[in-house]
């Protein structure tokens, strides 16, 4: 079993919504910094989000004011809410943490696995 599980992708209209989710180990989602990134083929992984264990949250320009991010303590898990999605939103999203925001964004220590997102126009 991975420390960060994610879940949620699928086929979604573009300018609809879809919620992602990750459930990361106890010890890790107490003290960690989680984000996500989005990874689509020929390009380099790209961070989209982050938030803190005080429920700060931190936005890549291109997600801010569509994306949300929550997480929910008494399950462990963190929840990605994709609104008003567009085409170039696709790709296959990561869950990651790490114990630094910087660290989190140029390269985290923890990785789930991926699941993809497709949008169709």
């Known amino acids: 079993q991975g420390q960060l599980v994610e879940s949620g992708g699928g086929l979604a209209q573009a300018g609809s919504s879809l919620t992602l989710s990750c459930v990361v180990s106890?010890?890790?989602?107490?003290?960690?910094?989680l984000g996500w990134f989005r990874q689509v083929p020929g390009k380099e992984r790209q961070w989209i989000a982050a938030i803190s264990s005080r429920r700060n949250t931190y936005y890549e320009d291109s997600v801010r004011g569509r994306f949300t991010l929550s997480r929910d303590n008494a399950v462990n898990t963190m929840f990605l809410q994709m609104n008003s999605l567009k085409p170039e939103d696709a790709g296959v999203y990561y869950c990651?943490?790490?114990?630094?925001?910087?660290?989190?964004?140029?390269?985290?220590?923890?990785w789930g696995r991926g699941t993809q997102v497709t949008v169709s126009s």
């Open positions: 106890g010890d890790i989602f107490k003290t960690h910094f």
């Open positions: 990651a943490a790490d114990s630094m925001i910087l660290n989190l964004q140029r390269g985290p220590r923890y």
